[in-house]
């Protein structure tokens, strides 16, 4: 069963067009990440699913019912906030209970529900405590367990941790990931950060000015993107787009463009295309580890992989991987190579692409081929 | 601190800027003194005057030494003095205008809390024209609003009543009380009262146990500052009222304007005094809070 959906939903400010019609629906237990740049009308949408803010026109539907106009409270909603949003002047356990105390819960009930929730999160030590006496990880908790403990049939999370640092991000991410194991609700989760959309969500919504890009699982929308927003906005460093022209070289078709030396790159495509395409400009969707030192032993074994030469501008070690610039003709190309065969500064390096995994992309519509 | 240090430097030029900053602060605050002794030296006076003799006064002149004591301006001033007839002293008007004030204070600064939290947490069309209107009323002289009042007073059947005037002082005050705290509820962040929401609070539970809790600095300073004009304040006192039902204040005039007796500068001294306590020791108490709320946003 579905407990969300979401038909053509709008929302103007004044003259102001936020959300465009967007269509959406989680099915029970579903993690949804929504991901986009900012401003992109992710915390609207949001915001109107909790009820917070108002419906322009379309339908929002949680667990069957239509809430369009149903006041937050009555909706079974529990959001976490970006800034926490914890009372400032009450406890950590006042501020889990003041829902259930607004809701008229009986004590002994809401002091269970407490002592269940605390110890999910490994807050008992803290629930004494009023939030300017927690850290940031310990408010971003507290703030969990005051929607973990409503036990609604929907949660809402507005970019949950994008106020921790790096470190105890990653942490609280895979905490995240645990808890909805356990938990097994179903998940708004709003984020600009593409690596916890794609570690934590069953399905990814990519917005884009007020528009849904793409909503698919998140290898989908890694290898699939459906254009080339999504393309560049999902994995990082960037996919690489290079403007090319279709041909048919030998009996295969290819993808060629000028080089840096002035000759020009021919690489043969792995899959068909519509053949009146040939002869007309697509561009090449090409993610950084899709390419590779060509080593001839190893890329024998592999089909679809195209080989070119570059000059290499800039390296950059990171330890786990090298990024490395490379130059095609006027463009620059990012590449992520594995250390020991990571390319040297200055060097013309031999590259194997991998064009089973390449994107073509139409440059008018700039969707997916 | 910084003169002990100084002492140890043995360098010539360092030891130099010593004594020039010494002088510098030397200057500074004997400058602060005279200025400070220029202020104070009214309230001497009178605190003085309020405890000697009167013929000692007539002899010795006004602004003297004091030869002599006595409490007895002050229990004149307070309980038997004459004024206009009356021989009650201060004491019916010092409770007049606390009956008044206290009321007006508390009333105009709930009001104020209340207009504040709806005007920055539950705007609506119009709502920032309504507040740009309330402003109109922090810069409109009191003066303006006399005849209005006393139409609205004599409607009413509130005139010579303490209920007129708090009347008056409650509605005069709500533009500033309404002011300060809608400024101070700005920067009370919006998702705490969507949290609410969403936990199931409606409009007065988020008032009572997350706006209010928030507030006492701000209400701190609102009262202060209503408790203070509240009480000052003269011009409705004298319009409005007479006599027994005067104010302390709109009672000072009368006292220092009758004229058929001969000054009474000891009991005027006790008097004035009677009627700036009040105040005064708000301030004393509640100054430091005033300051600290006046600078202090809603969440540290
Ligand atoms: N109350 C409002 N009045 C007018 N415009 C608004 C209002 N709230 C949001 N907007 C506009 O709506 C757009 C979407 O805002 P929203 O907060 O949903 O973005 P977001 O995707 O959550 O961005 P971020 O990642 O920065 O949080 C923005 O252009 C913003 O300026
Ligand atoms: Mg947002």
């Given at each position: 069963?579905s407990?969300?959906?979401i038909r053509?939903?709008?929302?103007n400010?004044g003259a102001?067009?936020?959300?465009?019609?967007?269509?959406l629906e989680?099915?029970?237990?579903?993690?949804i990440a929504l991901?986009?740049?900012s401003?992109?009308g992710?915390?609207?949408?949001?915001?109107m699913?909790?009820?917070?803010e108002?419906v322009?026109?379309?339908e929002?539907r949680?667990g069957?019912r239509?809430?369009?106009?149903?006041?937050p409270?009555?909706?079974?909603?529990?959001?976490?906030f970006?800034?926490?949003a914890?009372y400032p002047?009450?406890t950590a356990?006042?501020?889990?209970t003041?829902?259930?105390e607004?809701?008229?819960?009986?004590k002994?009930?809401r002091d269970a529900a407490?002592?269940?929730?605390a110890?999910l999160l490994?807050?008992?030590?803290?629930l004494?405590?009023?939030?300017g006496?927690l850290s940031?990880?310990?408010?971003?908790?507290?703030?969990?367990?005051?929607?973990?403990?409503r036990?609604?049939?929907l949660?809402l999370?507005?970019?949950p941790?994008?106020?921790l640092?790096?470190?105890?991000r990653?942490?609280?991410r895979?905490?995240i990931?645990?808890?909805?194991?356990?938990?097994?609700k179903t998940?708004?989760?709003?984020?600009?950060d593409q690596?916890?959309?794609m570690t934590?969500a069953?399905?990814?919504?990519?917005?884009?000015?007020?528009?849904l890009?793409?909503?698919a699982?998140p290898?989908?929308?890694?290898?699939?993107p459906?254009?080339?927003?999504?393309?560049?906005f999902?994995?990082s460093?960037s996919?690489?787009f290079?403007p090319?022209q279709l041909?048919?070289?030998?009996?295969r078709?290819?993808?060629t463009?000028?080089?840096?030396d002035?000759?020009?790159?021919?690489?043969?495509?792995a899959?068909?295309?519509a053949a009146?395409r040939?002869?007309r400009a697509v561009?090449l969707g090409?993610r950084p580890?899709?390419?590779?030192?060509?080593d001839?032993e190893?890329h024998a074994?592999k089909p679809?992989i195209?080989?070119?030469s570059a000059?290499?501008?800039v390296?950059e070690p990171?330890?786990?991987?090298?990024?490395?610039?490379?130059r095609?003709g006027?463009l620059?190309?990012?590449?992520?190579?594995?250390?020991d065969?990571?390319?040297?500064?200055?060097?013309?390096?031999?590259l194997?692409v991998?064009m089973?995994?390449?994107c073509?992309?139409?440059?008018?519509t700039q969707?997916l081929? | 601190?910084a003169?002990l240090s100084?002492?140890r430097?043995?360098d010539?030029?360092a030891?130099?800027?010593g004594?020039r900053?010494?002088?510098?602060?030397i200057a500074i605050?004997?400058i602060?003194?005279?200025f400070?002794l220029?202020y104070?030296?009214p309230?001497?006076?009178?605190?003085?005057?309020?405890?000697?003799?009167?013929?000692?006064?007539?002899?010795?002149?006004?602004i003297?030494?004091?030869?002599?004591f006595?409490?007895?301006?002050?229990s004149?001033?307070?309980?038997?003095?004459c004024?206009?007839?009356?021989?009650?002293?201060?004491?019916?008007n010092?409770?007049?205008?606390l009956a008044?004030?206290?009321?007006a204070?508390?009333i105009?600064?709930l009001?104020?809390?209340?207009n504040?939290y709806?005007?920055?947490?539950w705007?609506?069309?119009g709502?920032?024209?309504?507040?740009t209107?309330m402003l109109?009323?922090v810069f409109?002289?009191g003066?303006?609003?006399?005849?209005?009042w006393?139409f609205?007073?004599?409607?009413?059947?509130?005139t010579?009543?303490t209920?007129g005037l708090?009347?008056?002082?409650?509605?005069?005050g709500?533009?500033?009380t309404?002011?300060f705290?809608?400024?101070y509820?700005?920067?009370?962040?919006d998702?705490?009262?969507?949290?609410?929401?969403?936990d199931?609070?409606?409009?007065?539970?988020?008032?009572?146990k997350?706006?209010l809790?928030l507030s006492p600095?701000i209400?701190i300073?609102?009262?202060?500052w209503?408790?203070?004009?509240i009480?000052?304040e003269?011009l409705?006192?004298?319009?409005?009222?007479?006599?027994?039902?005067?104010p302390?204040?709109a009672?000072l005039v009368a006292l220092?304007?009758?004229?058929?007796?001969?000054r009474t500068?000891?009991?005027?001294?006790a008097a004035v005094?009677?009627?700036?306590l009040?105040p005064?020791?708000?301030?004393?108490f509640?100054?430091k809070?005033f300051v600290r709320?006046?600078?202090?946003g809603?969440i540290?």
């Amino acid at each position: 069963m579905s407990s969300l959906v979401i038909r053509s939903l709008r929302k103007n400010y004044g003259a102001h067009e936020v959300l465009k019609g967007v269509d959406l629906e989680a099915q029970e237990g579903e993690f949804i990440a929504l991901v986009g740049p900012s401003g992109c009308g992710k915390s609207t949408l949001l915001s109107m699913i909790a009820g917070l803010e108002t419906v322009t026109s379309g339908e929002i539907r949680i667990g069957g019912r239509l809430v369009n106009s149903v006041p937050p409270k009555d909706r079974d909603i529990a959001m976490v906030f970006q800034s926490y949003a914890l009372y400032p002047t009450m406890t950590a356990r006042e501020n889990i209970t003041f829902g259930m105390e607004s809701r008229g819960v009986p004590k002994a009930e809401r002091d269970a529900a407490v002592k269940r929730v605390a110890a999910l999160l490994q807050i008992e030590a803290l629930l004494g405590r009023k939030p300017g006496q927690l850290s940031g990880g310990q408010r971003q908790r507290v703030a969990m367990g005051r929607a973990l403990v409503r036990d609604p049939k929907l949660f809402l999370f507005d970019e949950p941790l994008s106020n921790l640092d790096a470190k105890l991000r990653v942490e609280m991410r895979t905490e995240i990931k645990k808890l909805h194991h356990r938990v097994g609700k179903t998940t708004i989760y709003v984020t600009h950060d593409q690596v916890e959309a794609m570690t934590l969500a069953s399905r990814i919504a990519v917005m884009h000015r007020g528009e849904l890009q793409q909503f698919a699982e998140p290898h989908v929308t890694y290898n699939r993107p459906t254009n080339m927003f999504v393309a560049g906005f999902m994995g990082s460093p960037s996919m690489n787009f290079i403007p090319a022209q279709l041909t048919r070289a030998d009996d295969r078709v290819a993808v060629t463009f000028p080089l840096a030396d002035g000759g020009s790159a021919v690489l043969p495509l792995a899959t068909d295309v519509a053949a009146e395409r040939i002869g007309r400009a697509v561009v090449l969707g090409v993610r950084p580890e899709h390419l590779s030192r060509y080593d001839a032993e190893i890329h024998a074994r592999k089909p679809g992989i195209a080989t070119l030469s570059a000059p290499v501008e800039v390296v950059e070690p990171t330890g786990a991987e090298t990024i490395a610039v490379l130059r095609f003709g006027a463009l620059e190309v990012v590449g992520r190579f594995e250390p020991d065969s990571a390319p040297r500064m200055g060097e013309r390096i031999r590259l194997g692409v991998d064009m089973t995994r390449a994107c073509l992309f139409d440059p008018e519509t700039q969707r997916l081929i | 601190m910084a003169d002990l240090s100084l002492a140890r430097v043995a360098d010539p030029e360092a030891a130099a800027a010593g004594r020039r900053f010494l002088a510098g602060r030397i200057a500074i605050y004997g400058i602060l003194g005279v200025f400070a002794l220029i202020y104070l030296a009214p309230l001497v006076v009178v605190v003085l005057n309020s405890f000697r003799e009167q013929p000692e006064i007539a002899r010795n002149g006004l602004i003297n030494l004091p030869r002599s004591f006595t409490l007895e301006a002050w229990s004149s001033a307070w309980g038997s003095y004459c004024i206009g007839g009356t021989c009650e002293g201060m004491k019916r008007n010092f409770l007049n205008s606390l009956a008044m004030t206290i009321p007006a204070t508390i009333i105009s600064t709930l009001l104020g809390a209340l207009n504040g939290y709806v005007l920055s947490k539950w705007r609506f069309r119009g709502s920032e024209a309504l507040f740009t209107l309330m402003l109109l009323g922090v810069f409109m002289p009191g003066q303006i609003a006399l005849m209005p009042w006393a139409f609205v007073l004599g409607k009413l059947g509130l005139t010579n009543s303490t209920y007129g005037l708090v009347l008056v002082h409650v509605i005069q005050g709500i533009s500033f009380t309404t002011l300060f705290c809608r400024n101070y509820y700005v920067s009370i962040p919006d998702d705490l009262i969507k949290a609410a929401r969403i936990d199931g609070a409606g409009f007065w539970r988020i008032f009572r146990k997350i706006v209010l809790p928030l507030s006492p600095p701000i209400l701190i300073v609102t009262v202060i500052w209503q408790f203070t004009g509240i009480w000052n304040e003269y011009l409705f006192g004298v319009v409005f009222t007479s006599g027994r039902e005067q104010p302390i204040t709109a009672a000072l005039v009368a006292l220092t304007a009758g004229g058929t007796t001969a000054r009474t500068y000891d009991v005027m001294s006790a008097a004035v005094l009677i009627g700036a306590l009040p105040p005064l020791l708000v301030y004393f108490f509640g100054g430091k809070y005033f300051v600290r709320g006046l600078t202090q946003g809603a969440i540290k």
